[in-house]
Antibody, heavy 125, light 108 residues
Framework: QMQLQESGPGLVKPSETLSLSCDVS????????WSWIRQPAGKGLEWIGR???????NYNPSLKSRLTMSVDTSKNQFSLRLSSVSAADTAIYYC???????????????????WGQGALVTVSS | EIVLTQSPGTLSLSPGERAALSCRAS???????LAWYQQKPGQAPRLVIY???TRAIGIPDRFSGSGSGTDFTLTISRLQPEDFAVYYC?????????FGQGTNLQIK
């Protein structure tokens, strides 16, 4: 059974780096795309970025300058690092598995069929 | 960036009624790559529909998706108590995935 589980500190100080990991069970992390999505309290969903099992990444341009994603195939795990955080980065962070289809233009596009339960990260001093 | 606008923001209906939720894209989704998710309080979103009209595994057939181009609809034919939730649409037609702001489907 496919499961994803986020882990990491729940409290991060302003200007520091937010780090989260997502443990995947029930499927190999190889040959699939994996995404991070966040949701501020009471608000909507924002796609952060995605990583392929081989390490290729695509980031949301609005976060790209502060964002690093990585994958550890030996642990079947992928990770997120967001630097120089502020209160605006306070949110529930979800990891999710991407199901990839190819557009008519030949580009890949993902929707998300499995999600982690989410990890609340608060940015505060 | 493709902006998705969902309407109405809140929809109040009774069990047994039919719900129609709208999602409009700021530009045409050439591949109709649009998904719908259901989110209940304290839970992660759950995939309902993908590719505009394909039901996800385990989703009852009272849920259906339709539309193409810029206008898409999620229809729930006979509302059950467990269907009341927030619904989000998401486009994956462009490389920057975006979500709508959500429709809160609440019990009348």
């Amino acid at each position: 059974q496919m499961q994803l589980q986020e882990s990491g500190p729940g409290l991060v100080k302003p200007s520091e780096t937010l780090s989260l990991s997502c443990d995947v069970s029930g499927d190999s992390i190889n040959n699939l795309w994996w995404s991070w999505i966040r949701q501020p309290a009471g608000k909507g969903l924002e796609w952060i970025g995605r990583i392929y099992g081989g390490g290729i990444t695509n980031y949301n341009p609005s976060l790209k300058s502060r964002l690093t994603m990585s994958v550890d195939t030996s642990k079947n795990q992928f990770s997120l690092r967001l630097s120089s955080v502020s209160a605006a980065d306070t949110a529930i962070y979800y990891c999710a598995r991407g199901r990839t289809f190819i557009t008519v233009d030949g580009s890949p596009g993902d929707f998300f069929d499995y999600w982690g339960q989410g990890a609340l990260v608060t940015v505060s001093s | 960036e493709i902006v998705l606008t969902q309407s109405p923001g809140t929809l109040s209906l009774s069990p047994g009624e039919r719900a129609a939720l709208s999602c409009r894209a700021s530009q045409s989704l050439s591949s109709n790559f649009l998904a719908w998710y259901q989110q209940k309080p304290g839970q992660a979103p759950r995939l309902v529909i993908y590719s505009a009209s394909t039901r996800a595994i385990g989703i009852p057939d009272r849920f259906s998706g339709s539309g193409s181009g810029t206008d898409f609809t999620l229809t729930i034919s006979r509302l059950q108590p467990e269907d009341f939730a927030v619904y989000y649409c998401q486009q994956y037609d462009s490389s920057l995935y975006t979500f709508g702001q959500g429709t809160n489907l609440q019990i009348k």
